[in-house]
């Protein structure tokens, strides 16, 4: 069974900075094919793709956060990273990371319907 579960979330003032982290289990980095996916979601909107980072390293952010946010793996934990820096109040949502592990080839990766396994969510607060 496969479970993701987030962490890191929280109240920080407009400027700020925070790292989420996603700690997957029953789930393999070794894998040829698969991707972590971290998306936000605000209540009565949809969910918003963040960032993703695949098994052969592309690396892709969301226009609204391209420059600020960082995500990162480390295979041998298990464990993707998003570091969220100079946080602005239009960050705050929950974040979700998600994953999936088939061929990636034509998959549409910002997609949340791409993904088959979903956190629970972390909520993350920016304060004016």
């Known amino acids: 069974e496969v479970q993701l579960v987030e962490s890191g979330g929280g109240l920080v003032q407009a400027g700020g900075s925070l790292r989420l982290s996603c700690v997957a289990s029953?789930?393999?980095?070794?894998?040829?094919?698969?991707?972590i996916g971290w998306f936000r979601q605000v209540s009565g909107a949809d969910r918003e793709g963040v960032s993703y980072?695949?098994?052969?390293?592309?690396?892709w952010y969301g226009d609204s956060v391209r420059g600020r946010f960082t995500i990162a793996s480390d295979n041998a934990k298990n464990t993707v990273y998003l570091q969220m820096n100079s946080l602005k109040p239009e960050d705050t949502a929950v974040y979700y990371c998600?994953?999936?592990?088939?061929?990636?080839?034509?998959?549409?990766?910002?997609?949340?319907?791409?993904?088959?396994?979903w956190g629970q969510g972390t909520q993350v607060t920016v304060s004016s």
């Open positions: 980072i695949t098994s052969d390293g592309t690396i």
């Open positions: 029953g789930f393999t980095f070794d894998s040829d094919d698969y991707a």
């Open positions: 998600a994953a999936l592990s088939r061929p990636l080839l034509l998959l549409r990766l910002w997609r949340p319907s791409e993904y088959d396994y």
